[in-house]
C-alpha cells in the first residue's frame, strides 16, 4: 500500500492562499487517478480534485477557478494550490487514489490523518 502524508495546512484569512502537499512513499507514476478530498465538522467527506496520470484534471463545483490539483511524480508528490480561500474552505484536506469502476468511484487507500485548513472571515 502507498502510504500518502498531507501537509501544509495552516490558518489563512480569507481571500489567502495555501498549497497542500501530499507525500507518497513511494512512486505514484502507476497510480492513474490522485484526488484531493476534504471533510468539514459536522459534514460529509468530499471530493474536491483529481488529476490522472495524464493530466487530466475535474474539480468541485465549489472549488472550480481556485484550486488547482497538480502532480510531480518524480517527486511522489501531489499537490493541491488553494487561492481566493473562503471560510466555507475550512476542513480537513486529505489526499488519496481514486478508483471507478461500474459500482461507482471511491478512495481506495488508507485514509492519512490530513491537514487541517482555517480561513478566517
Known amino acids: 500500500q502507498v502510504q500518502l502524508v498531507e501537509s501544509g495546512g495552516g490558518l489563512v484569512q480569507a481571500g489567502g492562499s495555501l498549497r497542500l502537499s501530499c507525500a507518497a512513499s513511494?512512486?505514484?507514476?502507476?497510480?492513474?487517478?490522485m484526488a484531493w478530498y476534504r471533510q468539514a465538522p459536522g459534514k460529509q467527506r468530499e471530493l474536491v480534485a483529481t488529476?490522472?496520470?495524464?493530466?487530466?484534471?475535474n474539480y468541485a463545483d465549489s472549488v472550480k477557478g481556485r484550486f488547482m490539483i497538480s502532480r510531480d511524480n518524480a517527486k511522489n508528490t501531489v499537490y493541491l494550490q488553494m487561492n481566493s480561500l473562503k471560510p466555507e474552505d475550512t476542513a480537513v484536506y486529505y489526499c488519496?487514489?481514486?478508483?471507478?469502476?461500474?459500482?461507482?468511484?471511491?478512495?481506495?487507500?488508507?485514509w492519512g490523518q490530513g491537514t487541517q485548513v482555517t480561513v478566517s472571515s
Open positions: 488519496n487514489w481514486r478508483r471507478c469502476s461500474g459500482y461507482g468511484c471511491e478512495a481506495v487507500g488508507s
Open positions: 488529476i490522472a496520470s495524464g493530466g487530466s484534471t
Open positions: 513511494r512512486s505514484i507514476s502507476s497510480i492513474n487517478v
